[in-house]
């Protein structure tokens, strides 16, 4: 792996101790690993040819922490577009779940290549995914290049209960920490909804045996919570209380629906709160609290949730809707400003996983950085980095990506992956579903 | 002008006639109008270099109506990100206004031009504006090739005040009908808590004499119906029709508070509404009940608004979070599908403006095209074509932009700008205003 410096950058670092901290500078990078910030120079080819060390002219960058994605289900970019506008349940239960049934290994693992390819283009280093047959998504984050949190779904319905307790012991003991340390295994219980009170707790405790943290869809629709009412007399937050799920590390996503206790709960118990603004939009599903969650000092981070239902997986919009939505609803402009998306897009997003030195740019964090190209008409003048990256920025004015000091993507230009191949198998895969089954699919022909 | 033929493409004609109507083709282009849709074929260069007309491969393109962003200031995009995460007053007056008032005509100037280099790359083929010093933004439009529809902004507070009428009469004498039609001037009364009802009956009966539509901001924000409610015992929708201002064609912006007895004016009067939902979230005014003015039969528009309170003027977003935000906010996902939006964005904006034969692919209308790059992760699988364009595709997937039958982008480079000298000249002006001293500027308020 070759030590890296980018020359005569701007670098947004994230870091805490500095608030509003955008050096220009080197950024150098030995072994993976950042190993500081140094004075602006300039180098030339003459030097470049005489070094161990490659060279990165990044004057025309904005050098920030890669984005860290919370909520996800890679493979359905298969399903992009298949089925929109659709009320919820038409959606998930005659559209979606019907071609889950019928994925294969190959299917999930094109459709996760697809993803991660959109995924580096559009700046992210690190996603979280919570579906079937994952091994084929570990295989895919080992040749991508890509940093991910994984689980296999685990639930009472169709393909996501079938084989769920060997597929996740097959990803623990061959996956976990490998790809040199760039996949983590986690537990993913489906939701309140799909799993029983008895079979949460049986993940609780193997949660507990082989010290995992868990994800799980938290109260995502006012169905789910008048579900749970109906058949518990409790939210789904005061069942996963009552369960104690909460003394373990728990990643929670959506959390739109929430009631005075839950919102108690959870400044108690402190969980990781995934916020998905475009799925939750997209989907009808409503707005969750963020300022309110903010305020209750928990952790929140940013999802794209899968591409059947988004429709894209660019963290950049993300962060966009998130900070316009919470000045929109709440009537002040003031509310999460863009320093705050930016820290669930990155640092706080790294916390939530529990992956450590991820989501800053700072000595001993691991290389794991995106170079933004501020050469752009929609990012001139450069008033304010912060702003201009949350309100302005898109996903592909990222034209470089570093995960753990390799680079994954450089002047616009996927370095590990085949990407007409990926589309074509992905496409291949994907025709199968089209006009098939329940759906009543408009036609575009 | 060359004649063109974009073969083996796919077109989303947004024709009216045909609902869902992608058809794969070749599209035919002469003296700048569109003059037919053909069966897909196959061109070589050799028969390429026996024709007059150019061929363009569009075998990788969906062809669609440029967008028509109705509402904007254009060269706000100096002031982008320079005082975001504010309140309204706070941003307005002290940061805005007093900025203006020191904008010079090369000011205005190369503002336009950097919002026109942005607007062109992502996929804006007819922009609107209401500023001061309207004959620069009249000449970037000419160089650009652009298509505008302007106004002088005529208003009670100071730069907008001052020179006013002299102004749009120089601008309508000089320019009217001008840059072979592409220029077209209306009247531009700023809102109703900055013109006086005598003022707003000045305009009227001006746009009267010379035949002209207006634009004007109405019912932006709580204030803005509040302040007129204390001050005239009317809303600023009910103190326009009392003015006699809908018998003219307005162009209403913003709407985002509207009382039940507003929305039967509107539905009696059926002005242009322009839903601008970027600019209104992000300055905390509100969420316009888009899905209500649908169902009373109005003409509903897309604008970006100025890039001081948007940051951008990518009117893919505009589209995105219309789709998105009406799902959300009224959990309902069959709410505003990507159909409307399209439609927003394109013909109906059309129909606000008042220009004729654009905003759809047909034969006899003029040739306002884009081609958006379909091969792209983020839009694989093409399940869905208007879908796709939606929720998935962002501005820069627009390769190809023609105006009038005349390229102004093609393989993402821009024919009639020097975007490198753009982005220099716009930044040298716009840093004069960083850093300066805020001044506490009184209003007529």
Redesign the interface.
């Known amino acids: 792996m070759p030590d890296f410096i980018i020359y005569n950058t701007t670098i947004l670092s994230m870091d805490e101790g500095k608030p509003h901290n955008v050096i220009q500078g080197n950024l150098h990078i030995k072994d993976g690993i950042i190993t500081g910030i140094a004075p602006p120079s300039l180098y030339n080819s003459t030097e470049n040819n005489k070094r161990e060390t490659a060279l990165i002219d990044g004057s025309n960058f904005i050098i920030m922490p890669g984005l860290v994605n919370c909520h996800g289900h890679a493979a359905m970019?298969?399903?992009?577009?298949?089925a929109?506008?659709?009320?919820?349940h038409e959606?998930l239960i005659k559209n979606i779940w019907p071609k889950e049934f019928r994925l294969k290994k190959e299917d999930v693992y094109w459709g996760t290549m697809?993803?991660i390819?959109?995924m580096i283009?559009?700046g992210t280093t690190t996603f979280t995914d919570m579906y079937f047959l994952m091994e084929e998504v570990a295989k895919a984050i080992e040749v991508s290049g890509m940093r991910g949190v994984l689980s296999r779904g685990m639930g009472g319905i169709g393909i996501m209960k079938k084989n769920a307790w060997r597929e996740t012991n097959n990803l623990i003991n061959n996956w976990q920490g490998k790809a040199n340390g760039r996949i983590k295994i986690i537990l993913g219980p489906h939701a309140v909804y799909t799993c029983s009170p008895d079979y949460l707790k049986k993940i609780r405790d193997f949660a507990a045996k082989v010290n995992l943290p868990l994800q799980i869809h938290l109260s995502e629709t006012?169905w789910e919570v008048d579900h749970s009412m109906k058949k518990y007399g409790l939210t789904p937050v005061e069942m996963l209380n009552n369960l104690g799920i909460f003394e373990h590390q728990v990643i929670c996503s959506h959390c739109v629906h929430l009631s005075i206790n839950d919102l108690r709960i959870f400044e108690n118990k402190k969980p990781g709160i995934v916020h998905n603004p475009?799925s939750?939009?997209?989907?009808?599903?409503?707005?969750a609290p963020v300022k309110t969650l903010l305020e209750a000092g928990l952790n929140v981070g940013l999802g794209t949730d899968g591409?059947a239902s988004?429709?894209?997986?660019?963290m950049f919009?993300e962060m966009?809707?998130a900070?316009?939505?919470a000045?929109?609803?709440?009537?002040?402009?003031?509310?999460i400003?863009?320093r705050t998306s930016l820290e669930m897009a990155t640092c706080k997003g790294a916390e939530i996983l529990g992956i450590q030195k991820i989501g800053r740019i700072k000595e001993g964090y691991r290389a794991d950085i995106i170079g933004i190209n501020k050469?752009?008409?929609?990012l001139?003048?450069?008033?304010?980095v912060e702003?201009?990256l949350v309100?302005?920025a898109?996903?592909?004015?990222v034209e470089l990506v570093m995960v753990d000091g390799k680079l994954l993507m450089n002047k616009g230009e996927l370095l590990t992956l085949d990407?007409e191949r990926?589309?074509h198998e992905?496409?291949k895969r994907?025709?199968r579903f089209?006009h098939k089954g329940i759906t009543n699919?408009?036609?575009?022909?």
């Open positions: 970019s298969l399903f992009r577009g298949i929109d506008d659709l009320p919820l959606w697809l993803s390819a959109e283009r559009s006012k475009s939750n939009l997209k989907l009808g599903s409503g707005i591409a988004n429709n894209n997986l660019n919009e966009h809707i900070s316009l939505l000045k929109g609803i709440n009537n002040d402009p003031t509310q400003p863009a050469k752009r008409p929609h001139s003048p450069l008033h304010e702003a201009q309100y302005s898109i996903g592909s004015d990407e990926i589309m992905a496409e994907a025709f089209k699919l408009k036609t575009s022909e």
